[in-house]
């Protein structure tokens, strides 16, 4: 369990890793500040710069407010620790995260999340309508994986990445969300629309579907078309989101 008694391993990993452990953090203590972490379960994981396809992913038995660049766990693609720790990693957090970084290249922040806005619309048969504005900002950005069960099987690997494609967020049925990001920041940006989408739909739907609009086609294709500069947002938003940790959740950088 986490007691705060961690070894500093800056000085002990390249600088390239050490950047991955703070934004890895950084991400983990962000969700904890918004409300959306589940106890000590979802995941966050962060691949390692360098040839062998390591990453990084949270000690099981954390909490997200903890989170410090120090305590993450490096793992191999075959869920092997290829680090001196005490802690241990969650089996299932294992499954989801291996599949992505070991497909797609350019997923090197992977965001998993168990919110009540996310699971209730990933719960949802017509999955994220375009009712609000930023629906219609991801329109043809959000992939769906069907539920089928604790993810454990590592045969589940290759559906989900099936079902993936080329998107960089996704909606796991009866389950949560998911977002990629070449950056920590992009996959912040990414979890960060499709939560508040999640969650707008959630209340907008609250008293029920008849009555609620949905956005004009004219407009759906306008805000796709205004929604694809995730990169130049996320690039803005992200100093910000850590001078509010530094404000609220400092630490995370140790």
């Excluded at 390692?48 to 997200?64: A, M, Q, R, S, T």
């Amino acid at each position: 369990m986490a007691d705060g008694a961690v070894i500093s391993l800056k000085a002990k990993v390249s600088e390239a890793e050490w950047k991955a452990r703070v934004d890895l953090a950084a991400l983990y203590r962000l969700v904890a500040l918004h409300g959306w972490d589940d106890m000590i379960f979802t995941h966050i994981s962060a691949r390692v710069p360098g040839p062998e396809h390591h990453f990084l992913i949270n000690p099981y038995g954390w909490y997200f407010e903890e989170m410090t660049a120090s305590c993450l766990v490096k793992v191999d693609l075959d869920g092997k620790i290829v680090q001196e720790t005490d802690s241990f990693i969650n089996p299932a957090g294992f499954t989801i995260h291996s599949a992505v970084h070991g497909a797609c290249e350019d997923a090197h922040y992977v965001i998993h999340l168990h919110t009540v806005a996310g699971v209730g619309v990933a719960a949802q048969k017509d999955g994220l309508l375009p009712i609000s504005q930023n629906a219609c900002l991801l329109q043809n950005q959000v992939a769906y994986h069907g539920y089928e069960g604790l993810a454990l099987n590592h045969d589940e690997r290759a559906r989900l990445i099936a079902d993936m494609g080329d998107k960089t967020l996704m909606l796991l049925r009866n389950h949560g969300t998911l977002s990629v990001g070449k950056t920590a920041a992009e996959a912040w940006v990414g979890i960060f629309f499709l939560e508040k989408a999640c969650a707008q739909q959630v209340a907008a739907l609250s008293a029920g579907r008849d009555g609620v609009l949905v956005a004009p086609d004219a407009a759906q294709a306008e805000t796709k078309e205004q929604g694809k500069g995730v990169g130049f947002v996320s690039a803005l938003a992200w100093p910000g989101a850590l001078r509010q940790l530094a404000r609220n959740l400092p630490g995370y950088d140790a």
